[in-house]
């Protein structure tokens, strides 16, 4: 049994199926290599994995088999190269608690992107190309992370509406410039922390939040709001 694998810096391109057959590891750690393809049962036969890191290599896309995966917790694929996060590219996840896509080219996530990862809590998608959001079957997500992404001007009401047990939302540093009235209110009703600064807001919609009765943070700085109405920050 090995609690940490850690194989960094070695110019790896692919792993093969059964790349890890019998092993017990608790954590692996494949970044900073040079891996492009993964095959589906690649992680196949590994027992007990709870914590899967690729950081920064070249994998454009990924699935994983239903084989012996069910343990892992934690899959941080950040800094990669992925441009689209496609239908129940994680279902065989079934207890993923936290989830990094930072640092990616993401411009896409399908309806489907995280259907049934009901365990799942946090999810990171800094730093992509993200345009519009989809978020089906994460009930229980607490904190989701969207900023930085740079093509993001709209948030539409329907945004969030999974949502309905976040917590911390981060929709800094991107170029938002208008959020449709009942995009908070009408689910985030957990919400304790909203950070929406370094954008381009120049008005805030009456009422916005309204409902937020949890909130305790709440950061508009560096916007162009150059006016502020009663009943803005209700």
């Known amino acids: 049994f090995y609690s ?3 194989i960094k810096n070695k110019n790896i391109r692919r792993l093969s199926n059964y790349a890890f057959q019998s092993y017990k590891i608790e954590k692996l750690d494949l970044s900073n ?18 914590h899967l890191q ?5 994998v454009e896309t990924i699935k994983f088999s239903n ?6 917790e934690t899959l941080l694929l950040d800094g990669n190269l992925f441009t689209a996060i496609q239908s129940y590219m994680f279902e065989n996840l079934v207890g993923l608690v936290h989830l990094d896509l930072s640092f990616n080219q993401i411009e896409y996530l399908d309806s489907k992107a995280f259907a049934e990862r009901k365990r799942v809590r946090y999810i ?59 995009t908070f209110r009408k689910t985030l ?11 381009n807001l120049v008005s805030l919609e009456s009422g916005m939040f309204s409902g937020l009765k949890n909130l ?16 803005q920050l209700d």
Do not use: C, W
């Not at 290599?33 to 709870?50: D, H, P, Q, R």
């Not at 084989?67 to 892992?72: A, E, G, I, M, P």
């Not at 740079?150 to 170029?175: C, G, M, P, Q, W």
């Open 4 to 6: 940490l694998v850690t």
């Open 33 to 50: 290599n040079k891996i492009e393809e993964v095959e589906t049962y690649a992680f196949a036969s590994i027992k007990g994995l709870k």
């Open 54 to 58: 690729k950081s920064l290599n070249k």
């Open 67 to 72: 084989r012996d995966l069910s343990s892992l």
């Open 124 to 182: 990171n998608l800094a730093s992509n190309r993200l345009k519009q959001v989809n978020f089906d079957g994460l009930n229980h997500l607490k904190i989701l992370d969207l900023r930085q992404n740079r093509d993001f001007t709209t948030i539409y009401n329907d945004s969030f509406l999974a949502l309905v047990e976040l917590e911390e939302l981060h929709l800094e540093k991107n170029n938002i410039v208008k959020i449709e009235n009942n």
């Open 189 to 199: 009703k957990m919400l304790k922390s909203l950070y929406i600064d370094n954008n």
């Open 216 to 231: 305790l943070n709440l950061k508009l700085s560096r916007n162009q709001i150059d006016i502020l109405l009663p009943g």
